[in-house]
């Protein structure tokens, strides 16, 4: 029960700094109970960015999958990232396991 207790605390920890880094760019990977922050610098989409707005700056992606729930989420995969979007804005942008970290 500890266990479970310390890995949501460092998933906000980590969530907290991602969110209130400033400049920092980061990822946050979480394997199993194991969450950690590195940075990243992987260009990708701001929230509230329009899916015309993305496809202009980083082209086609390389998958679109179908909106899903309500309100509808649509994810768009690109190489390094993938983008979802809530009806036409981005909600947020992740990076994807096998992109570069900044060294």
Request: charged fraction near 20%; hydrophobic fraction near 45%; avoid cysteine.
């Amino acid at each position: 029960m500890i266990r479970a207790g310390r890995s949501v605390r460092t998933a906000a920890l980590a969530i907290g700094i991602a969110a209130f880094g400033g400049a920092l760019h980061a990822e946050i990977i979480a394997i199993g109970d194991q969450v950690s922050v590195r940075e990243t610098d992987v260009q990708r989409p701001g929230r509230g960015m329009s899916m015309k707005a993305v496809e202009a700056k980083f082209g086609t992606p390389q998958e679109r999958r179908a909106a899903v729930g309500k309100p509808p989420i649509t994810r768009w995969d690109y190489p390094a990232f993938s983008v979802f979007f809530e009806y036409e804005h981005v909600i947020d942008a992740v990076v994807n396991p096998t992109a570069q970290a900044a060294p």
